[in-house]
């Protein structure tokens, strides 16, 4: 059975009697370019396990199987399992965990499924869940790589630069913890049913040293309050988001400190920058 083969899955999917949730974001790929590409991206090898969240019908399974030592794939919704139970048929190499990834255990999960195999992720992501599953993935420090298919427009966001549109709190969360790459996008008429936007394929690899910040959770509350009201200069998004003990005096004398105009955005910063103004504003309260 082709699994990209959309006659065949429409077959398969009446054989099973299944419908499409638009609440689980279900889009199944029908050009098996994708799916090929998509394993072949994440380089996983017999010394990997592979995570991937969302099989679907197994398309990205099937590759990801003949590429790398094991496969865990976890899936929420059950009426896709004996789907999954015929199209991985034979591939023992797989295990079908039932459950919604952002309830589990990362650590337990490797530790007893992943039989001492390099951990990578691999994912084609609804995309009502990308943000949380990322930063659940980035923040677990588990994977060796992460890629994915994702929105475009979420995939921008995290590559963006500093100065653009597209940067935000995110990018720079991504961008602390990963080197982010933009590899190839995919049009909507790749899945059924189709999309209204584009999707992209992103791979991710976790920095062996994130930027020099001496309080991890302190630089990230200044770069969320720095992008809160991002149409305001920085300083006047700072002294709305930050409250006490941070006055209006001692945030301008912060940026002022940092070499930076008085009537900087926050989207103008980069990794250095949010670093340097973080450790100058947590001085201030010592």
């Avoid at 974001?25 to 029908?30: D, E, K, T, V, Y």
């Avoid at 991206?41 to 094991?70: M, Y």
């Avoid at 597209?166 to 909507?188: I, K, N, R, W």
């Avoid at 002022?256 to 920058?273: F, M």
Wanted: charged letters at 20%.
């Amino acid at each position: 059975m082709d699994v990209c083969n959309i006659n065949d899955i429409k077959a398969l999917l009446a054989r099973h009697g299944f419908h499409f949730s638009k609440s689980m974001g279900q889009n199944f790929l029908i050009e098996s370019w994708v799916p090929e590409n998509i394993a072949a991206a994440s380089g996983a090898d017999k010394s990997c396990c592979a995570l991937e969240i969302g099989p679907g019908i197994g398309p990205l399974t099937q590759q990801l199987a003949a590429q790398a030592g094991k496969v865990v794939a976890v899936e929420l919704d059950r009426t896709l399992l004996p789907i999954l139970g015929e199209t991985l048929e034979g591939r023992d190499n797989v295990e079908i965990v039932p459950g919604d990834v952002m309830k589990l255990d990362l650590d337990e999960l490797v530790a007893t499924k992943f039989d001492g195999l390099t951990p990578v992720a691999c994912a084609n992501l609804p995309y009502n869940i990308t943000t949380p599953v990322l930063t659940l993935l980035i923040e677990s420090k588990l994977f060796a790589s992460i890629t994915v298919m994702i929105q475009r427009e979420v995939a921008l966001r995290i590559c963006a630069a500093p100065g653009t549109g597209d940067y935000g709190a995110f990018s720079v969360f991504c961008q602390y913890h990963t080197t982010p790459e933009l590899l190839f996008d995919v049009p909507p008429t790749c899945f059924l049913p189709a999309p209204k936007v584009t999707s992209s394929v992103l791979r991710l690899v976790p920095r062996a040293k994130p930027a020099e910040v001496e309080d991890e959770q302190f630089f990230f509350r200044v770069v969320r309050a720095a992008f809160a009201q991002r149409r305001k200069t920085l300083h006047n998004s700072l002294s709305s988001a930050l409250g006490q003990p941070f006055s209006r005096e001692m945030i301008a004398r912060a940026i002022a400190d940092c070499g930076l105009r008085a009537d900087v955005r926050g989207e103008r910063l980069g990794i250095p920058e949010f670093a340097a103004l973080a450790k100058s504003l947590a001085a201030m309260t010592k």
